[in-house]
Each structure stands twice: as C-alpha cells, then as structure tokens.
C-alpha cells in the first residue's frame, strides 16, 4: 500500500499540464534526480515547445515543488527533481518489459547477507556495551574498527566497486564506512566527548520499527547518498525497484540498463553509458545489504533477484513493531529469538547474552561474563531477570534461573574487583532503550526523511549541502515584452516583405519563442535553433499543428533560406 504522500503526488502528476508532464519527463529522462543549471536548462529541447514554454512549464513545476533549486555562493542556482519524488516518476515514465529468468538456467553466485539493518543493530550493540573511544583526530581507534569487522557482515568486496569518497577513507575500510555512516546519518550514535555514543531518543524510534521499515529506510538512504552522480546509474537503481518486479524472480542485469521509452530529441546528460560491471557494483552493495542474490546463466550474463518484493518495500510505510513474540530460553543457556520479535526485546536481550548467529532466529547465549558486561552497562542482575521472567515463552529453565542466582551473588561477594576486567568497555550511561531521560539528550532525531545531522561519507550528490532556494523568478521575466515587438508580428496570419521575414524569424530565436509558418501550401509550426549569415539560413524543428498525440506527432528538422516560406506569425505564450 502507497503511503498518503506517494497517493497525493502521483494525483499531483496526473493533474499536470500536458505542457507541465512533457519537460518534467525530459529533465527526469535526462537529469534522473541529478543537479542542473540554467544553461542546462535552456539547452532542453522538448519536442514542440519553444524556449519560451519550457521555461513557463518550468515554472509551474517549481512552483509545484516537483523541481527544488538551491543557490551557490556566488547566487547560480542549481535545480533538482526531489529524491522523494523519483519513485513516482520512474513508475509512470518508465516504461519497463522485461521477463524473469527461470531459476534452474540461473547458478547462484552470491546469497544476500543477514542484512544491513542486523549489522547496524549488532554494531549498536556493540556500542552500547563497550566504550568505543575516539582519538584525538576524531576516528575509533583501531582496535575497535578491528572489532566492528567482525561484527557486521558486510564486505569490503560489497562496497569497494563504488569507490565511495569519505573522510578518514586511510583508516575505515568501505564497508565499516557505510555502517557507521548510516548510523550517523540516522542520528543513532554521536561523537560525544571523546567516545561513540548512543542516541538513545533515537534508538527507542529505531528499535520500535518492523524489519521491514528499517530495510525500507536504509535503502533509500542508500540510494540518496551512495549512487554515482550518473543520472543513468540513478535511473537504473530505480529501475531495479520498478513494480513490475517479483521478489525471488531472476532477471537480467544487462536488461535493466537499457531505458524503456525516452522522449526524442534528447541530448544525454553525459558522454558515458552504464556499464554491466558499474550494475555489478550496485547489485553487489544490495547483495552485501541482504536485499538481493546474484547469479549467471550459462552464457555468463550477470543476473539478480530480489530476496523481498521491492514494490512492497519500497511502498509501505515506516510503522511501529506491534509483534508480541518472545524469546525462548533453552536449558543449555541459548536465547532463540524469532524473526517478529521486537527489536526492542532483541536490544534488551543482547545487552546481557553472548551474540552466537543471526539467521532466520537469532541465537544469543547467557554466560557469566556476558551478565557481568551487562551490569557496568547499566542492566543490573534483577533487571536481568525480571526483562527474561516477562518476554521468555516458557518461562526460563531451572538451571538457567539457578545459575543466575549464583552469578549474582558471585559479583556481590567479588564487587569491584571482579568488574574492573569490564572498566573502560563499557559506557557510563545506561544503555537499556528507555531507562535515560529524553531531556537530557543532546541529540534528539526528530524523523527519518531530512538531510542527516552528521555523516560520514561525502554524498555523491554535493546540493544536498546546500540551502533550499524557494524565491522563484517573476513571470514577466520569461515573456517577452510585447511592447518591444509591433503587434500585427504576433496578431496578423500573412505575408511580409523578405527583410521582415528573416527579422522575424531572427527575433524568435532571440526570444526562443516559436512561429507559425506555411510551408509548400501548409500551415506548420516552426522553433528555431541557429541561425547562419552567409547565405542566410535559419535552422529549427518543423511540426504539424494538426496532430495531437505523440504517436502521431512528427518532427522533422530543416534548414530554410529566405523566401522558402510563405505566410507566418510570431507565437508568443
């Protein structure tokens, strides 16, 4: 189900002028989600529309907030199609066939990984129960990165295809990279005082999401910062996600960079074409993230499949985990934890066992130095116990109920000397989501949708830095003033003398304005593009006005010298 906002923008398109729908398709098939100028702009050719009219429908569609722009220091502007309007518009532009693959012709090369949102959450954690400490150029040292790689799943071979840019890129391999650059971005943790800390007002709104949320989020995240700045690589991250596609259907990598339907007389917005292998790089991040397999055909063409249907991933909304599933304790100390049990229930539980596996139920292990960690990170013996007596289904074994019982009273008689093996591990602040006071937070995540507070990797899209410019430009400095231009030019359908003709014809690429001409007994509508001085020659696009739909709808492009046309008048919007 579309979320409320995703119906009102597709209602928005369908209301949208036909002049308004066809230079948004042209700058969304040319320029995806990427930044333009205004030189870029002017350079749109739109198939019958003159400078004049692209730049009218322009601006209706920042007024309508389908195009952003921010300003540059020195006052350039530079437009965009917002990140959370691209989904619509692949969806209703991309015109996309292609056939699944049967799996028995397809060998698998890579299963997707337990996923990028377990490794996010195993390396919160890790925070959580350890002093993660900061040097002083503002990086972990290097005996946590060592550890945080043997936390996440992720890869560096998942990442390194991408050639991410990042601060600090000579101490954080890739993949380490991305995770925590995802976990600032989300406000999760902070550099606070010489360490990594928590957020924990943030962590309470993450951990009470579904899996599916979280997945949700993180890939689009993903696709907002990670992407090449290629508007062909960002249509086909979109065109992976396009509805027509099932999850656990194979399909063709190669297929999906060809682009289904664009509108012609388009200019690319670069010389490079995607390659397979910058699809590989892609397909092998979301493969690292858990969200795709990969596999080959006998002939070695690259293949994907998707491990969740990505419509329905991409579709649904950012709710709350209402699961009520438990955990189960077995007599041998393991906590079997189902795949619908809440985060919420999996943090608290993971901050006094041992982590064993995350697979479809994930497994942790109570030990005695795992209950001992827990009560420096401020989960005491009863809290231990009463969190396990309300979330175990069958309640907690005998032997296991004993033996932390005798573990209490081992630390008492101990103390200090027993946990001192734990100081420096673990943080001051407790750790449990919900036992620290939202007041005294400093970092505060209001959402999830806005530009991230801090982060890590820079984003290949370098606007997302700057500030929105919603000033728009007055109306009459897109018309051309009538008051400079003799009135029977734009009025009268008829014949002038061969200087006034060529003048007119002059004053309309000057204006980017558009003409009516009558060709070999025909009236035609003519937008110039060059003009050329000896001999004279004026180039442009020539169309019938009789026909109305693109199928119909020709153009077919000229050159005309003086006196090869008849009739005409100056169109002006």
Not at 377 to 397: C, D, K, R, S, V
Not at 460 to 478: G, N, Y
Request: net charge negative; aromatic share 8%; charged share 25%.
């Amino acid at each position: 189900m579309m979320e409320q906002q995703d119906v009102a923008d597709a209602i928005s398109l369908d209301r949208l002028l036909p002049k308004e729908r066809s230079v948004l398709h042209h700058i969304w098939s040319r320029f995806a989600g990427q930044r333009f100028d205004d030189d870029k702009l002017r350079s749109l050719r739109v198939r019958r529309l003159s400078g004049v009219e692209v730049q009218l429908a322009f601006l209706s569609l920042r007024q309508q907030r389908w195009v952003q722009a921010v300003k540059q220091g020195w006052g350039e502007r530079l437009y965009f199609i917002p990140f959370d309007k691209l989904q619509i518009l692949q969806e209703a532009f991309g015109d996309l066939k292609v056939g699944s693959v049967p799996a028995a012709a397809v060998k698998l090369q890579q299963e997707g990984r337990s996923g990028i949102a377990v490794d996010m959450f195993n390396v919160l954690v890790y925070v959580a129960k350890n002093r993660v400490a900061v040097t002083a150029k503002g990086v972990l040292h290097k005996k946590f990165i060592q550890k945080l790689g043997s936390v996440v799943e992720l890869s560096p071979s998942d990442v390194e295809g991408l050639a991410l840019q990042y601060d600090h890129a000579d101490v954080y391999p890739p993949h380490i990279a991305v995770v925590l650059d995802l976990l600032f971005s989300f406000d999760l943790v902070a550099l606070e005082q010489g360490e990594l800390r928590l957020n924990m007002t943030a962590l309470r709104h993450w951990l009470a999401l579904t899996r599916e949320a979280m997945d949700r989020l993180v890939l689009l995240r993903m696709m907002e910062r990670y992407v090449p700045s290629l508007a062909e690589y960002q249509h086909f991250t979109w065109r992976i996600c396009h509805s027509s596609r099932i999850g656990g259907m194979w399909y063709y990598a190669q297929h999906t960079l060809a682009y289904g339907e664009e509108p012609q007389n388009l200019e690319p917005s670069s010389g490079k074409e995607l390659s397979a292998e910058d699809a590989a790089s892609w397909l092998r991040l979301l493969t690292g993230c858990g969200y795709t397999d990969l596999g080959m055909d006998h002939d070695g063409q690259f293949l994907f499949r998707w491990r969740m249907d990505p419509c329905s991933l991409l579709s649904g909304s950012s709710q709350d985990n209402t699961g009520s599933s438990g955990l189960f304790i077995q007599p041998d100390f393991d906590i079997l934890i189902p795949p619908d049990a809440s985060y919420t229930v999996k943090f608290t539980a993971a901050l006094c066992t041992e982590r064993i596996s995350d697979d479809v139920m994930t497994v942790y292990r109570l030990t005695r130095d795992s209950v001992a960690q827990a009560a420096m990170a401020g989960m005491g013996l009863e809290a231990i116990t009463a969190f396990f007596t309300e979330y175990a289904a069958a309640g907690i074994p005998e032997n296991v109920h004993a033996a932390l019982c005798q573990w209490g009273k081992e630390l008492e008689r101990t103390g200090k000397d027993e946990l001192s093996r734990f100081i420096g591990a673990a943080p001051k602040d407790k750790a449990v989501p919900g036992a620290c006071d939202e007041e005294d937070n400093r970092y505060v995540m209001p959402g999830y949708s806005g530009s991230p507070s801090s982060s890590l990797i820079r984003p290949a899209r370098s606007e997302l830095a700057l500030e929105l410019d919603h000033s728009l430009p007055d109306i009459t400095s897109i018309v051309p003033d009538l008051n400079r231009i003799p009135i029977m030019w734009t009025r009268d359908w008829r014949s002038y003398h061969g200087s006034t003709a060529k003048q007119m014809m002059e004053q309309a690429l000057e204006l980017s304005a558009k003409l009516e001409i009558a060709v070999d007994g025909s009236r035609m509508e003519f937008i110039p593009f060059q003009l050329e001085r000896q001999p004279w020659k004026i180039s442009g696009a020539l169309y019938d006005p009789d026909s109305e739909s693109d199928s119909e709808m020709t153009e077919t492009v000229v050159q005309l010298g003086e006196g090869e046309w008849k009739e005409m008048r100056l169109v002006i919007p």
